[in-house]
């Protein structure tokens, strides 16, 4: 797999759906599980049923001491959605609330490898003026890369 990748903006409806690119869609598959970000920032996490499934079981496979309050943050909001015929995603009003995206407002959808993001237009702006050449080069040495 390529992974996921690419920035697009779209509007959330009056009834809380938002439109996924064809692109991710497909990379995702039919079923996938929404959830608040695994780092606290307000954002959404788009995951494939086999990506999931992945997240689960490491989480799972730990004492439960040491993630019990991950398990908290992560499930409480979590659901598992399917696309409808226009390719929409109904964002339930608790996820959107976390990640503080409003009705009838656009909204950024980006892919990020494993997952899909999706972001308030202002918070995305934020964390992208976070991203500097130093911040860049320690990723790649924490990684390895």
Known sequence: MLGLMGEYQHNIDKKGRMFVPAKLRDA??????????????????IYS??????????INNQ????VAKL???LFSGATEVEYDSQGRVLLPAVLRE???LKESEQAVIIGA??????WNTEEWEKVTGEINEENI?????????
């Open 63 to 66: 004492p439960y001491i040491k």
């Open 113 to 118: 490898s494993n997952r899909v993001e999706i």
């Open 137 to 145: 080069e320690q990723a790649l040495l924490d990684c390895e890369i």
């Open 98 to 100: 976390y990640a503080h």
């Open 28 to 45: 995702l598959g039919g079923t996938v599980v929404i959830s608040k970000s695994l780092d606290f920032k307000p954002c959404l996490f």
């Open 71 to 73: 398990q908290r943050h």
């Open 49 to 58: 049923a086999e990506e999931w499934d992945k997240l689960v079981s490491k």
